[in-house]
């Protein structure tokens, strides 16, 4: 078993529809993140979250809204996408804010088709 | 602000030869370096980190990646290359100043195909 878990792994999705994509860790972490990643451009930060907290929307589009009920738990809630946002989605964890030596722990991605 | 350089896209090795994937950074204090690996359709996996210390740092599956602050560097090596090692790698910076994990900066990532 993986320490950070996303689901669904694909997802495809029309622009009209409502979806959500889910991460849980399963590390103790303290501090969720999730990140877009497109092919040919860097990783993007879009959320951060410490102790279920938002600390920071990295100006991401108001058609994402992400949701996190408790320190183990993340969503991130799709409406109305463009084309343009079909990418791998990843959850990322860490021990928390306050513990800035720390790596990133990945779940495996959700990889979203917007037609 | 904080950059990381990866000069390579793709790096090609013989299995058995060794390998080094390179990373230049810039930031404006001291550095906390990490690499991450990624297989085809996973998530990005840590590999090693160098936060302090001595400035060659083991990590996992036999990877190391030495710390060079006069040149800015943090190049991944291992001895002797494994197909299995074939994935893209991923060099992030962060200020060792800055709580928050999520500000690392990744850099674009390097290919790397180990052949038989």
Partial sequence: E???????RHLVMGMTNKKSLK????????????YKQSAKKPLELMFVYNFKEQTENN???SRFSPECPNSSHLFLHLHTLQPEDSALYL??????LAENTGELFFGEGSRLTVL | AQSVAQPEDQVNVAEGNPLTVKCTYSVSGNPYLFWYVQYPNRG???????????NLVKGSYGFEAEFNKSQTSFHLKKPSAL????????CAVRDALDTNAGKSTFGDGT???VKP
């Fill in chain 1, 23 to 34: 991460c849980e860790q399963h590390l103790g972490h303290n501090a969720m993140y999730w």
């Fill in chain 1, 91 to 96: 959850c990322a964890s860490s021990l928390g």
């Fill in chain 2, 44 to 54: 990005l996996q840590f590999l090693l980190k160098y936060i302090t210390g001595d």
């Fill in chain 1, 2 to 8: 993986t320490g950070v878990t996303q689901t669904p």
């Fill in chain 1, 59 to 61: 100006s991401v589009p």
């Fill in chain 2, 83 to 90: 197909v299995s090692d074939s994935a893209l790698y991923f």
């Fill in chain 2, 111 to 113: 290919t790397l195909t």
